[in-house]
T-cell receptor, first 114, second 114 residues
């Protein structure tokens, strides 16, 4: 069955520290992978996506993610976190042309300490 | 401005009182979808629509109805709401239903059913 797992429900980092949010997926075909961010009271905004090619993808707001097929992972990273990065982050996998559905992970809430 | 709008943003209602949550997009997208977000579960798809007059069930369709009479609008209807439908609802749209396209999300509707 298709699924996405985000092992960390909550993560707290200090402002200026580096960040890595984990995402593991289970998908039979070639996955299309996404990271979305949800700020408090807001909808979801796309940070970055991976379809093919270079396995390190750059996104908005200084985020990047690396696709590792052997580990079925698509971890999100940022070298230096800002207080405004505090939000909930969702990893998602798509690719089903039958439904267009995105399968989301449970989400990781990021708290940033001053 | 390209966007997905939802109304209302907040709604408190009572069990059994029919309600409709509207969704509209101004990007001429073919594909539209409804998700519900619950703590620890991420987002789950309720219904989706490939195009006008074409709708189908997602993963959690029980208790919901939808219609797609116009390309821009995709209302979510709860004929007889129950407390287990208390949730945060998101409408989303994308250009094509391929699973590859970025999905644009509305700001969300927080529904409480008493």
């Amino acid at each position: 069955a298709q699924s996405v797992t985000q092992p960390d429900i909550h993560i707290t980092v200090s402002e200026g520290a580096s960040l890595e949010l984990r995402c593991n997926y289970s998908y039979g075909a070639t996955p299309y992978l996404f990271w979305y961010v949800q700020s408090p009271g807001q909808g979801l905004q796309l940070l970055l996506k991976y379809f093919s090619g270079d396995t390190l993808v750059q996104g908005i707001k200084g985020f990047e993610a690396e696709f590792k097929r052997s580990q079925s992972s698509f971890n999100l990273r940022k070298p230096s976190v800002h207080w405004s990065d505090a939000a909930e982050y969702f990893c998602a996998v798509g690719g089903s042309s039958n439904t267009g559905k995105l399968i989301f992970g449970q989400g990781t809430t990021l708290q940033v300490k001053p | 401005e390209a966007q997905v709008t939802q109304n209302p943003r907040y709604l408190i209602t009572v069990t059994g009182k029919k309600l409709t949550v509207t969704c509209s997009q101004n990007m001429n997208h073919e594909y539209m979808s409804w998700y519900r977000q619950d703590p620890g579960l991420g987002l789950r798809q309720i219904y989706y629509s490939m195009n006008v007059e074409v709708t189908d069930k997602g993963d959690v369709p029980e208790g919901y109805k939808v219609s797609r009479k116009e390309k821009r609008n995709f209302p979510l209807i709860l004929e007889s709401p129950s407390p287990n439908q208390t949730s945060l609802y998101f409408c989303a749209s994308s250009l094509h239903p391929s699973g590859q396209d970025e999905q644009f999300f509305g700001p969300g509707t927080r529904l409480t059913v008493l």
